[in-house]
């Protein structure tokens, strides 16, 4: 599986963004399907994961309630919608692609990664 993800940008304190995440090859919905960022000087953390229905979703507790994660299996595409965006969003997200369903926030879970798209939230 080979991923690549888009969407990034510039935005203002309280705006919103969409990312993307396009997946070729076969059996995308035979995966789980994460986000995790890295912001400057820090490690990479988990954001939000997706099972392969897109039934059973998580999120780290500080984008709740602003941020969604959805997949489209028809179209092998993952999607971040992420509003009230905060400076401490600012990070390179990237997407990837796992089977272990039951350690979704553990980026050992995951076998593929994504190119990395910048999002950068200013005050």
């Known amino acids: 599986v080979q991923l690549q993800a888009s969407g990034g940008g510039l935005v203002q304190a309280g705006g919103s963004l969409r990312l993307s995440c396009q997946a070729s090859g076969r059996a995308f919905s035979s995966y789980i399907m994460g986000w995790f960022r890295q912001a400057p000087g820090k490690e990479r953390e988990f954001v939000a994961a997706i099972g392969w229905s897109g039934g059973l979703t998580r999120y780290i507790d500080s984008v709740k309630g602003r941020f969604t994660i959805s997949r489209d299996n028809a179209e092998n595409t993952l999607h971040l919608e992420m509003f009230s965006l905060q400076p401490e969003d600012t990070a390179v997200y990237y997407c990837?692609?796992?089977?272990?369903?039951?350690?979704?926030?553990?980026?050992?879970?995951?076998?593929?990664w994504g190119t990395g798209t910048l999002v950068t939230v200013s005050s």
């Open positions: 990837a692609a796992g089977r272990n369903y039951y350690y979704p926030r553990r980026q050992s879970a995951y076998d593929y």
